[in-house]
């Protein structure tokens, strides 16, 4: 069985990878680059792809679409990334200025587009419960919405076998994606957070940031990463 694996190149993407990898399912990934200001977790995508020595392509998106938000501004840019947030701020519901507008909703055109090419059976993304939070297109309805749409709007789905879009950690926060990615040994060395990078170094203060250096220390284990990037 095929899958198209969305690989952003953070720990959540790559633990859907390895979860799926553990399947036996025929990987092959794909990242977007839409001008974000973390374009630095390209490389970790492209790095944890050749890990598991599976297909993978970057796919450009206009990054004018997405002008405003604080991920598709500059580095030197005033727009400003929440940082220093407490993990109830980041669950109260309010969406911060992290979202860009429509993003999922492009890459899952995409990623069904690449289902059809490859005719593979499942599309894997992962947001988890801190993402349906604050972003409402990781939200499960969202997901459903758009499984509605692909039954539709696919030759796959026209002929009998619409490719499925699986989430497997929507429910998990970040300590029970950690603990299951050093379970399947996933290279969580490779992945890359940070929303703001200085230089080629995580804020440490971004939302992302924080969550994963809460989610490390719940499994009580040192994040990999730190290894380099401290």
């Known amino acids: 069985m095929k899958a198209i694996v969305l690989l952003s190149g953070g720990i959540d993407s790559t633990v859907v990878l390895a979860l799926a990898k553990e399947q036996g399912l025929e990987c092959h990934a794909i990242s977007f680059d839409y001008g974000q200001r973390h374009r630095v977790e390209l490389k970790s995508a492209a790095a944890i792809a050749a890990f598991y020595q599976i297909s993978h392509r970057t796919i450009l998106v206009d990054p004018s679409c997405f002008s405003g938000p604080a991920l598709n501004s500059s580095l030197t840019s005033k727009t400003e990334v929440p940082q220093n947030r407490t993990e109830k701020e980041m669950s109260s519901g309010s969406i911060p200025n992290t979202y860009v507008p429509a993003r999922n ?11 059809e090419v490859y ?41 009998g076998s619409a490719p499925r879009i699986v989430t497997p950690l929507i429910q998990w926060d970040k300590t029970e994606i950690i603990k299951k990615g050093l379970e399947l040994k996933a290279p969580m060395h490779l992945t890359w957070s940070c929303y703001n990078p200085l230089a080629i170094h995580p804020c440490e203060r971004c939302d992302a940031c924080l969550l994963r250096s809460s989610g490390f220390h719940g499994v009580g284990v040192r994040d990999p990463s730190l290894k380099t990037n401290s």
């Open 105 to 115: 909703t492009l890459f899952m055109a995409y990623a069904a587009g690449q289902a």
């Open 119 to 159: 005719n593979a059976q499942e599309i894997h993304f992962g947001p988890n419960v801190m993402d349906y939070h604050a972003y409402p297109d990781c939200r499960p309805e969202y997901f459903r919405a758009y499984q509605a749409l692909i039954n539709l709007a696919t030759k796959q789905a026209v002929e």
